[in-house]
């Protein structure tokens, strides 16, 4: 898989632009705030649905523009196919897959498959548990794309049943109804939590082997699933429905008091440690960040063990994080065979050799030169 085109339209700063990509690396420089990174965040909006970078769609919206156009060719080794989406200030966004239009942006899923490599990936170790749960849904959405609608299943019933919580659960028939969002929480909230153990099965041994490739002899990356409705350590996949249910039983009365779901894997924590200290308070500022591009390396393999393919690698002003001897040791474990985009404010580490190389000025693609 490879992105072959990409064109904008009021996107960010961009008024209009329009690129044919290679298969190999490409390399998007310019000094900040010139649009290098709106370039990789159209592309992931066609792979993710969202801005990785966090933002709402209108922000992505040109200022005094009302709509902003992504166009993608996305050749999947036999055929090209091609992603229209309309993002609009206010409204609907319209999306198109091979011109035949799409009512749902998860619907958009697998078209584009992409790992990104982003300077806020430090937050997956230093952050709270969320961000690690993101990190987890996000991965298991882009192996299985079906995971969306669980996920928005999932916040559907969570959604309904705190606001049943808040109101109160006073009478026969609150009861009665808090009774049907348990039955669907257990169904939805189990789903999610049973695809979550089968990918962290591939997902832990991934990590582990990528940060010693990043990081060698300094020491061993573990990861443990926490699950506050599984008491008794981490969940096996058929004990899920029956542990959810029973901590809903045991939690009732606490969520009533305090008007919220307290039992669900919306609360779960993926716990990482380097030889056996806590990553997120006790590794240094640069075991976090082997770590954290050892969860980007990891993923990437992960999907391209399940989907069998390689997502686009998308790597935004990585390096500059970065020391001689780590952006040595990424360049060394990034994967051959797979289409690369690099932004860089400064010069290319040693080591990438570009088959293209873009220079961006104010919204403007000045040059599009071989390497």
Known sequence: MHLATLELRDFRCYEAAALELPAGVIAITGANGQGKTSLLEAAGWIALGHSFRGVPDHALVRQQ?????????????????????????????????????????????????????????????????????????????????????????????????????????????????????????????????????????????????????????????????????????????????????????????????RGLTLVGPHRDEWHLTIGGRESRTHASQGEQRSLALGLRLAAHRVVTEVVGTQPVLLLDDVFSELDHARSRALVAALPDQTQTVITSAGALPSGVTPSLHVHVHAGRILDRAPA
């Open 65 to 257: 523009a009302e709509r902003a156009i992504v166009r993608a060719g996305v050749h999947d080794g036999e055929s090209i196919r091609r992603a229209d989406v309309e993002l609009r200030a206010a409204g609907r966004h319209r999306i198109l897959v091979n011109g035949n239009p799409v009512s749902r942006t998860r619907d958009l899923l697998g078209v584009l498959r992409v790992t990104v490599f982003a300077p806020d990936d430090l937050q997956l170790v230093k952050g709270g548990p969320a961000d690690r749960r993101a990190y987890l849904d996000e991965l298991l959405t882009s192996s299985a794309p079906r995971y969306a609608s669980v996920r928005a299943d999932l916040d559907r019933v969570l959604r309904h049943r705190n606001a049943l919580l808040r109101g109160g659960v006073r009478d026969a028939e609150a009861r009665a109804t808090l009774a049907v969002f348990d039955d669907q929480l257990v169904h939805t909230a189990g789903q999610l939590a049973r695809g979550r153990l089968r990918l962290l099965d591939r997902l832990a041994p991934a990590v582990h082997d990528a940060y010693q490739r990043l990081a060698p002899d300094q020491g061993t990356v573990d990861a443990v699933y926490e699950a506050e409705w599984s008491p008794d350590g981490p969940p096996g996949e058929e004990d899920v429905d029956t542990q959810l249910r029973a901590a809903l039983e045991r939690h009732q009365r606490q969520e009533i008091e």
